[in-house]
């Protein structure tokens, strides 16, 4: 049935012209928004440059700053781009003294707390303070584009979109034929039908999200050319202050994954509203309106905003930082209105 289900969507042809058109739309969002970028690699000076990155990538030594501090006397050739590099590998070697500043500084916060008896404050400069202890790189990489990556959240618009036009194949055209009458008189219509349009949405929802978060990292990679997404996140320079100490690609992973939550929470809130209100605009106005509610309490926990965040939490000796109550955020929702239509289903059956 599901497999059916799916076959709906997928050879429905506006849903076929409409992805065509997103796919299409996506990438000259991101040429649009980055056309300086792709003209900065377009010149010759940074063709010779990245013939030289090839040699310079990777662990740091003093002949390689060497070859860039003689390629950097050859500007006609290389033009300013190992002057950047320098700087950035300067900034690379000096990190790990930028970190042990930090863990001073907490652990000095963490003496006064301790002696005026604040214990939440003490706790969180401890946490602070244990993060930043070790923080070091070894390593050169070009990494700039990662946080515009992070930062673009234009295919999410297009993933909505999709899961509305899904929701309007399944259930809305069987409401114009009245063919819900007689799915409602059959076994799978009156106990399992519309809990399989739901788990269809919703792999259409994921499926759909991956697509387009793979389609833009691969458009943003052939944009910037970044390297080095095993390295640790803070070697990204808008990242230096974070608090995850994980790698740039896992990273990325939690971003898709906290995106996709917010996709599947859209879908079942669009389906609850279609199940319960028979009226089609009415259904997709409260949907909207409910979308926009839950939406509020964590606007500010976009993602790129999310990994640069200084915050720490302790909730009943629990340590939380932005990225943990996010990814709660994200679930609580999900699991609320899964087991809501696990109650439709088991109350009655409605379309």
């Not at 990777?58 to 320098?86: C, F, H, R």
């Not at 990204?236 to 608090?243: I, P, R, S």
Request: proline content about 1%; some cysteine.
């Amino acid at each position: 049935m599901i497999r059916y289900e799916l076959k709906k969507i997928v050879n429905n042809k506006f849903i076929v012209v409409f992805l065509v058109l997103f796919f299409c739309l996506d990438i000259f969002v991101m040429i649009s928004k980055n056309i300086g970028q792709i003209n900065y690699i377009s010149s010759k000076q940074y063709d010779n440059y990245r013939r030289l990155y090839n040699d310079i990538r990777g662990d740091i030594t003093s002949e390689k700053v060497k070859t860039l501090q003689e390629a950097k006397l050859n500007m006609e050739v290389y033009g300013l781009y190992p002057e950047v590099a320098i700087n950035t590998i300067n900034n690379n070697r000096d990190y790990e003294k930028r970190a042990k500043d930090v863990v001073d500084m907490a652990l000095d916060n963490a003496y006064t707390y301790n002696l005026i008896n604040q214990q939440n404050r003490y706790i969180n400069s401890i946490c602070i303070a244990n993060i930043f202890r070790d923080r070091h790189i070894d390593c050169y990489y070009e990494t700039d584009g990662i946080d515009e990556y992070l930062k673009y959240d234009y295919s999410t618009i297009i993933v909505i979109i999709i899961i509305i036009m899904s929701i309007n194949i399944l259930w809305i055209n069987d409401r114009k034929t009245e063919m819900y009458r007689i799915v409602n008189t059959t076994y799978y219509g009156k106990n399992r039908l519309n809990v399989i349009k739901v788990i269809s949405v919703l792999i259409i929802t994921v499926i759909s999200e991956i697509f387009f978060r793979i389609l833009e990292l691969i458009t943003f990679y052939i944009i910037y050319r970044f390297d080095g997404i095993s390295q640790p996140l803070y070697s990204v320079k808008e990242y230096a202050d974070t608090l995850y100490n994980g790698s740039i690609i896992s990273a990325m992973l939690i971003d898709l994954l906290l995106k996709i939550l917010g996709c599947i929470m859209v879908s079942l809130i669009v389906a609850i509203c279609v199940l319960l209100v028979r009226n089609t605009i009415l259904a997709y106005g409260l949907a909207f309106i409910l979308s926009i509610v839950l939406r509020y309490p964590v606007k500010s926990f976009d993602n790129y905003r999310m990994f640069r965040s200084r915050n720490v939490y302790i909730i009943k000796d629990y340590l939380f930082t932005d990225i943990s109550i996010m990814i709660l955020i994200g679930i609580i929702p999900l699991v609320s209105m899964l087991m809501l239509l696990v109650i439709l289903r088991c109350y009655k059956s409605v379309i």
